[in-house]
């Protein structure tokens, strides 16, 4: 029993030993959170194990835990690392005289204790921390970036100085959003650019700033700014969407569908993007394609009205008219005052001459949505059919409000035009 018992202590000591080495060659070859996670499994603990585990907390920044490990190293060996206690103490004692200045609310006298800090420990990060998070408190972002970054250039394996950045950036970030929600572009631009300035790898940041840059049509640099977002991000399938939108609007339709595909292969179900795939290629005349892709929607989503408006474009530039009042009445039966559908429905009806059908469906598109001029519109051609000609004057008099249909309507009114259009009524 003895000889077993003394085999086993001899095994977890040579076990011991054998990680303790591995933790050293980490701590050497600069991994330091892998040597934490790993030294943390050592059960057996000796002067060795304390003053590596001292030196790796100190690295980490972690310093209760370093002072807790060098403080075990002391008691078995007080002359080997008094030096080194001390100096950590020192350094642990002036950390804490200047949080309690900042927690007393003496912000200014907190940021001159952490300059002399700094100038003390100047290649300690915790202390450029300290001096970061003083002028954080401050509210002077500007010059608590240039000590997170400091500290974060010193000591990388830290995640809090990242994060710190991250915050600031964030703040900005949100001054943005408000400006864009109060439609004031260009001072959301500034917030958008100061947070992409504190820390560039704010995707976030990226993506507002290629919203306002879409929203004012300047589709190159929406384009530029997006891409670049997704560089960081690349699993944003609503951003691959709005670059191929992009492209669309610049008319590389090509490079168009490679962001849409892209945004589909990344989310499958995504039908905001086949929808946009199913318009490139009817712009293309590449119908049955267009038409696939509608039909793929509907089976994701048959609630989708927009895919049923294609659909139904797409067969009446076919002269499919009967089809395409078919998936109106289909699109009816989900959404049953969907007004673009119930406009649409008005104008093949009148290009059937069914214009009784076709007022009828332009006034149910009305009356979901009032003065909706693309129905005004359909409902001047229903009255001319049926010889309303003071209704029809009417319907075409406020298409004109429409920059679109001014001309058109215009056109209609005109004695000339008009008497031709309603000679069938003499």
């Known amino acids: 029993m003895i000889i077993l018992l003394n085999i086993f202590l001899l095994t977890a000591l040579l076990f011991s030993d054998s990680t303790l080495n591995e933790v050293e060659n980490l701590y050497f070859n600069n991994k330091y959170n892998d040597a934490r996670i790993l030294i943390e499994t050592i059960d057996e603990k000796n002067e060795s194990y304390y003053y590596l585990a001292y030196q790796i907390y100190y690295k980490l920044d972690d310093l209760n835990n370093a002072n807790k490990n060098l403080q075990k190293a ?27 200045t900042l927690s007393s609310g003496f912000v200014n006298e907190a940021i001159e204790e952490s300059e002399k800090l700094v100038k003390r420990y100047s290649n300690n990060s915790i202390c450029y921390y300290r001096l970061g998070y003083a002028y954080k408190e401050n509210k002077d972002y500007d010059n608590a970036i240039l000590n997170f970054n400091k500290a ?24 943005g959003k408000e400006m864009y929600d109060m439609k004031d572009y260009q001072q959301a631009l500034n917030h958008f650019d100061k947070a992409l300035e504190y820390d560039p790898e704010n995707s976030a940041a990226m993506f507002r700033t290629g919203n ?3 929203v004012i049509k300047d589709y190159v640099k929406a384009a530029e700014v997006y891409e670049r977002g997704l560089k960081i ?10 670059i191929g939108k992009c492209y669309v609007a610049l008319s590389e339709y090509d490079v168009a569908l490679e962001f849409f595909k892209k945004a589909v292969e990344i989310k499958p179900d995504y039908v905001g993007a086949i929808f946009e795939m199913a318009k490139v290629y009817k712009n293309q005349n590449q119908i049955e394609e267009s038409i696939s892709s509608l ?21 009446v530039s076919r002269n499919n008219l009967d089809t395409a009042i ?3 009445n289909s699109a009816l039966t989900i959404s ?33 949505k009032r003065n909706y001029i693309p129905a005004l519109f359909e409902l001047g051609i229903a009255e001319i059919g049926l010889c309303n000609k003071v209704a029809a004057k009417d319907a075409f008099t406020k298409c004109k409000r429409d920059r679109q249909y001014r001309k058109v309507a215009n056109d ?11 000679k069938h009524c003499n």
Do not use: H, W
């Not at 830290?158 to 970030?173: A, K, R």
């Not at 991000?233 to 709005?242: A, G, H, Q």
């Open 152 to 175: 974060k250039e010193l000591n990388p394996f830290n995640q809090l100085y990242q994060d710190e950045i991250t915050n600031i950036s964030n703040i900005e970030l949100l001054k």
């Open 212 to 214: 306002i840059y879409y």
């Open 412 to 422: 209609y009114l005109k004695q000339e035009n008009f008497d031709y259009y309603t």
């Open 336 to 368: 049953p005052d969907a007004y673009t559908i119930l406009q649409r429905l008005s104008s093949v009806y009148n290009q059937k001459e069914m214009y009784e059908k076709g007022r009828d469906f332009a006034k149910s598109s009305l009356k979901s």
């Open 74 to 100: 002391l008691e078995i060996n007080e002359d080997k690392y008094f030096e080194e206690g001390d100096k950590l103490g020192q350094l642990i004692n002036d950390l804490k005289n200047v949080s309690k």
């Open 295 to 315: 039909n793929e929607i509907i089976l994701i989503d048959n609630k989708y009205s927009k895919a049923y408006e294609l659909l139904m474009d797409i067969e």
């Open 233 to 242: 991000s690349d699993r944003n399938y609503k951003v691959c969407n709005l």
């Open 326 to 328: 078919n998936y109106g």
